[in-house]
């Protein structure tokens, strides 16, 4: 082969990444081998090569190439709520989700029952399934997990922590869809609370609180908890992670009490052997919206219960005094969750992604020319339609554009073409919009942000034009561009 495969990786948050742990633990085999990279999602689409990688590995279901690529998804934890297919309020069309898994190649899996109850929700093949373990769990054996939760918040250091750690209600990609019937007045959803009684109780046994709410609900959430900021009671953030550049799974280690709902938090948990506590206050409302995967509840959830502070400081009470309180039920749990109980998953899953490419090495061969043929054959068409454009030949252009876009998709070179057919066509509005829109998708394309300035400058909106034209200079490299554009900006200034 002319160069080496590129795998894609996605990365939607901090908050237990399976693709950050395949990285941080990037075997050096795989390094020489293959070109990775680690995208976050919000910023994939802004890299030119994304589109061309031979190997897409996800964690959310965030991209899986239909065009003859190696598709790769890891998931996000071990299911026990119903999810997709098994969503009693799921809207997607079942169609929808068919597809997605058929296009996927190797789905990572923690064991056979997990590959029972994802097939059950997303209708894939056995085949499909690797029982690897999952790469964000290698992270919870780590030595450093202490040091790491101090760094971030100085206040536990020598302190025992409990960590908070509810399921998702409300999304914010779906807000209309709410689970269960949680009230909002306090992070437990209990009736009655008192912050202050349980800060105290919290200082007199030297117990730090960490609470961490789910990504989706941190916007809808944290302002309704600011009054929290008690003694003993902290947040634990996705902005704190980002700020030291650090996965949940790396400080998780230092928790030596977990408290949930019904997040799947806990199963990965069961690694440690240490107690749990569930605070299901809406349990029934949680079945009939949502739904379980896995029922009895109570048997598939190897803690105490707690319904109100009453029980929940009862519950740590008895944990402080007997540790080993429900570890026959975590351990009857941990090999039907577990068939691995180290910390080599990432070794594991990188193994089989390497194993999968050797076998098909002919055919991914094959795809990788097919592809570099293809966007040399759409640069091509690209430039026959500026041609076109530069002859003034706009109709021409316009369904050369749309026969382009039935086979590919719409780069940043798109969206220029699009906006100079605007221009040409004396739609200096529309050709604006198109470029802010291009912008939108595209925020660090250089060209886009020069073309929407001289746009501008063309509709005579001038102190518009300038501050484009001087945000293109802070992202260009082209000596004789950036010169130019400081003559431009002189002369418009003027």
């Not at 919000?42 to 065009?67: K, L, M, P, R, W």
């Not at 750690?165 to 999304?171: A, D, E, H, Q």
């Not at 109100?308 to 570890?327: A, F, G, K, R």
Request: proline fraction near 4%; glycine fraction near 4%; hydrophobic fraction near 35%.
């Amino acid at each position: 082969m002319n160069e080496r495969l590129k795998i894609a990786m996605l990365m939607s948050s901090y908050s237990g990444s399976n693709t950050l742990a395949l990285q941080n633990n990037l075997p050096k085999y795989i390094e020489e081998k293959y070109e990775v990279i680690l995208h976050e999602l919000n910023s994939a689409h802004e890299h030119a090569d994304f589109y061309h990688s031979d190997v897409y590995i996800n964690t959310h279901g965030e991209y899986a190439s239909s065009q003859n690529k190696v598709n790769i998804e890891l998931w996000h934890g071990f299911p026990l709520k119903g999810m997709a297919l098994m969503d009693r309020e799921e809207k997607t069309d079942p169609a929808q989700i068919f597809d997605y898994w058929s296009d996927i190649n190797m789905i990572a899996s923690y064991s056979p029952l997990y590959n029972t109850l994802m097939n059950a929700c997303n209708g894939a093949r056995i085949e499909q399934y690797q029982i690897t373990g999952m790469p964000r769990n290698d992270a919870l054996f780590s030595n450093d997990s202490q040091t790491l939760l101090s760094t971030m918040i100085p206040e536990v250091k020598g302190k025992r922590v409990i960590f908070f750690m509810p399921t998702f209600r409300k999304s914010v990609v779906t807000p209309e869809k709410i689970d269960g019937k949680k009230t909002t007045s306090n992070v437990f959803g209990f009736e009655d609370f008192d912050p202050e009684q349980f800060a105290e109780f919290l200082s007199k046994h030297n117990l730090a609180f960490v609470v961490k709410l789910h990504p989706f609900e941190e916007s809808y959430f944290l302002e309704s908890f600011s009054d929290w900021n008690a003694q003993h009671i902290y947040f634990l953030t996705n902005d704190l992670l980002i700020k030291h550049q650090k996965d949940l799974y790396e400080v998780i280690g230092a928790a030596d009490f977990l408290i949930t709902d019904y997040s799947s938090i806990y199963f990965d948990y069961l690694l440690l052997d240490r107690p749990i506590i569930f605070t299901p206050i809406d349990l029934e409302e949680y079945r009939k919206t949502r739904g379980f995967l896995l029922e009895p509840y109570d048997y598939w959830t190897p803690g105490p219960k707690a319904f109100n502070q009453e029980q929940l400081v009862s519950y740590i009470t008895t944990y402080l005094e007997q540790p080993d309180w429900y570890s026959n039920e975590r351990k009857t749990l941990l090999p039907l969750i577990h068939t691995y109980t180290d910390n080599r998953s990432s070794e594991r899953v990188w193994r089989a992604v390497d194993k999968h490419i050797t076998e098909n090495i002919e055919k991914i061969s094959k795809q990788q020319q097919a592809t570099i043929e293809n966007k040399q054959l759409q640069e091509q068409v690209k430039q026959s339609i500026y041609t076109m454009l530069e002859q003034g030949e706009i109709m021409p252009a316009e369904e050369a554009l749309q026969q382009y876009l039935q086979t590919a998709k719409a780069d940043a070179d798109i969206f220029s073409i699009k906006s100079m057919i605007h221009l040409l066509a004396g739609e200096v509005k529309d050709a604006i919009a198109t470029l802010e829109k291009g912008i939108e998708f595209f925020p660090s394309n250089a060209d886009l942000v020069y073309n929407l300035a001289y746009m501008h400058e063309n509709d005579q909106n001038i102190p518009i034009a300038i501050s484009y034209y001087q945000h293109f200079l802070l992202m260009s490299d082209d000596v004789e561009l950036i010169q130019s554009t400081q003559h431009k900006i002189k002369e418009l200034s003027q």
